[in-house]
């Protein structure tokens, strides 16, 4: 595997191998030395056309990890606004000595047109293309829902058994999508649940099933619940009547987690807006792994980095 661009890609036995690297990972950062020198004299670029915190902030803590140089690319501030290309702006990264590209963009499909193109030689990992795909949060996602339902050393196992409820604005969410082939591939059912207007139009081959209500969708007693952000800066019309309304019907909160077994796990990505698709109480219950899934981000990453390199040896 050279890049990493979709979770389409990973076959059940290379996403398993990633998630148990990972586990190596989580021992390597609990040492006092956390640190491997597998990317020794490799340059990690972090190159960010749209906002992030935890993914950027994370491959970079990973790329340091594994004893790369990093640089962080951002659009504020660069010659973007002279208008300079994606292609242009990459090549020039690339020229500084990228060996791996970490690029996040607006554009839904930009990472694969910049790997297939073959517009640079280094190593692509997708860190959120427009509403298509973020193959490491749901390579993150499903390490935590592993970890937390199988035990920590759940080595060679896949998510047979587990079942998983998406809620919320599925129709922007790539984090949706990357989950939804991911967690597929390794067994575990999946069952989206979000009004009409927030539902993606091409969801026959995702081989998931789709309910009409939260509440319906809880009766089946999940094991995970993912709450995903409402992409308010993804929304040009009016997608539902309120914010009041939405948190009503679709909303995680204290009551619909009293529903749950106390085994069950409530997920987000991040970042959240509380009190929308998620209330605070839920959001910091012992049941919500939004801390583990921030941490364990950066083991995943790091498995990523260590993984494609490793490929290209
Ligand atoms: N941070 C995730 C993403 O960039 C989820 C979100 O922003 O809602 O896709
Ligand atoms: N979950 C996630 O991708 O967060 P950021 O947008 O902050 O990177």
New binding site residues.
Partial sequence: MRHLISTRDLSAERAIALLDTAIDMVDVRSRDVKKLPTLRGKTVANVFF?D?T??RLSFEAAALALSADVTTFTTQGSSVSKGESLKDTLQTLEAMGADFIVLRHSHSGVASTVANNKWVDARIINA?DGTHE?PT?ALLDAFTMRSRLRGVDARGMDLAGISVVIVGDILH???ARSNAFLLTTLGATVTLAAPQTLLPREIDGWGVTVVSTLDDALESQPDVVMT??V?KERMSSGFFPSESEFSTLWGMNDSRLRRLPSTSIVMH???MNRGLEISGSVADSPQSTVADQVSNGVAMRMSVLYTLMGDSR
């Fill in positions: 749209e992030s935890r993914t959120g973020h949060q969410s790539r984090v995903l952000r992409q990505p991040g970042p």
